[in-house]
């Protein structure tokens, strides 16, 4: 069967559609990749929460699917909103391929770690849940907006702009680039709580096209799904979006969840951690996870 994969055009997301393919093929079928520049993608002077959220790097590759110019599309599981609808809706969610490193990785200029930043270093990143936790454990550093692609990104590094960026150690890995001179410190996700999903892909094909989603449903990982499954709904029922500072991360044994506070509102960041997700829960709504104000107007 030959397959028409939908992309969005940076190096990272046609590495990731790439590691499908490859798969596809080595069960027989071929296939085409087709990139397509999203709604996130062409925006790159403010930060996302500012102009949609996570939906704008998936919508155009899911209508690409809808309509029928694709096949089959992967994303980044964390940049498909919580709330999307696989069981009723155009889509389905025919893998999710086992899940690369979860953690947060700092990519810093010089030999330093987080706790030897020195005071008042630049830090890049647009990502509120990395804000937020940054600042808890160095509220003496200056986290700034970074927008573009890893190679973008770590050229800016480079240049001056940024003394560190954090950056998904998943897409590092999968993306392999040239980091000749640059001190990389994994953060621990037990403390350093990265996005639901974080390392995880998500491909995608119309809920009726049976033999498109029998052609990469062997691609998917049932521990992997059954984590990031749990850590979604978490995030979904915190009101996860690119407006507030949530991670979750579930290990096997144990939910980590931090949300993000609001000095202003007088809110405090909330770090759980629950043995079930119903106890995570359970817990984050007794702190106050769920009060409106931490996930307006960050």
């Not at 999968?174 to 996700?189: E, I, K, N, S």
Request: aromatic content about 4%.
């Amino acid at each position: 069967m030959h397959l028409r994969i939908a992309t969005r055009t940076s190096n990272l997301a046609i590495r990731q559609s790439q590691l499908v393919l490859d798969v596809l093929v080595v069960h027989g079928h071929t296939g085409d990749l087709l990139p397509i520049t999203t709604r996130g993608d062409q925006i790159l002077d403010r930060p996302l929460s500012e102009f949609g959220g996570k939906g704008l790097f998936t919508t155009a590759l899911d209508q690409a699917v809808i309509d029928g110019q694709a096949d089959l599309a992967v994303h980044s599981l964390k940049d498909v909103p919580t709330r999307q609808d696989f069981l009723n809706g155009p889509l389905a969610l025919a893998a999710i391929p086992v899940r690369a490193a979860v953690e947060d990785v700092l990519v810093a200029r010089g030999p330093f770690a987080l706790d030897t930043l020195p005071a008042g270093s630049r830090v890049g990143t647009s990502a509120l849940r990395r804000t937020a936790q940054l600042l808890a454990a160095r509220p003496d550093l200056l986290p700034l907006p970074i927008r573009g692609n890893v190679d973008t990104r770590l050229a800016k590094l480079r240049a001056g702009e940024f003394h560190a960026l954090i950056l998904a150690a998943a897409g590092l890995a999968r993306l392999a680039p040239d980091l000749a001179g640059l001190t990389l410190t994994p953060l621990p996700p037990e403390t350093f709580v990265p996005a639901a999903s974080q390392g995880a892909l998500a491909v995608v094909c119309r809920a009726d096209d049976h033999p498109a989603f029998k052609s990469v449903n062997n691609q998917d990982h049932a521990p992997t799904r059954t984590t990031v499954t749990i850590e979604r709904a978490i995030a979904a029922d915190m009101g996860s979006t690119c407006h507030s500072a949530i991670g979750v991360w579930y290990d096997g044994t144990t939910v980590h969840a931090f949300v993000g506070g609001h000095a202003a509102r007088g809110l405090p960041d909330i770090r759980i951690t629950a043995p079930t997700r119903e106890a995570a829960l359970q817990r984050l709504h007794a702190a106050g996870a769920d009060h409106p104000s931490r996930h307006a107007d960050q």
